[in-house]
């Protein structure tokens, strides 16, 4: 699963890209943060996959969290209206993949 997560964290990044985009034109300190937690996601499974037991669940867990962090910063950027609810909807989605299956492989 590990190597799944692993690729989906960077279809996220590449669904992120043009959003951060446009949400960069009004917010750029929430489109930083929005490409720090987003490649935190994937740095985190990296490193975990490599990591034993104890540390990988910790990179797993870190990893979610970044992720989680990554799904708030969308939902913020839509509340201010800088994209709408549709055109964030496959990123999010994958997000929320990518959170399930860190929230498993951490409890592991």
């Known amino acids: 699963m590990a190597l ?3 690729a989906l964290s960077f279809e996220v990044i590449e669904n992120l890209r043009p ?3 446009r949400i960069r ?3 750029r300190s929430l489109a930083d943060q929005l490409m720090r937690a987003a490649t935190s996601v994937a740095l985190n499974i990296a490193e975990g996959d490599v990591s034993e037991a ?3 669940r910790s990179r797993f867990f870190t990893a979610a969290g970044s992720a989680n962090e990554s799904l ?3 939902r913020v950027a839509i ?3 800088y994209l709408g609810a ?3 909807g496959d990123a999010a989605q994958l997000l929320g993949r990518v959170l399930a299956m860190l929230r498993k492989l951490a409890r592991r």
């Open 4 to 6: 799944q997560v692993a």
């Open 19 to 21: 959003l951060v985009a």
């Open 72 to 74: 708030a910063a969308l």
């Open 86 to 88: 549709d055109e964030a």
């Open 79 to 81: 509340a201010w209206g």
């Open 54 to 56: 104890g540390n990988q």
């Open 25 to 27: 034109r009004h917010d």
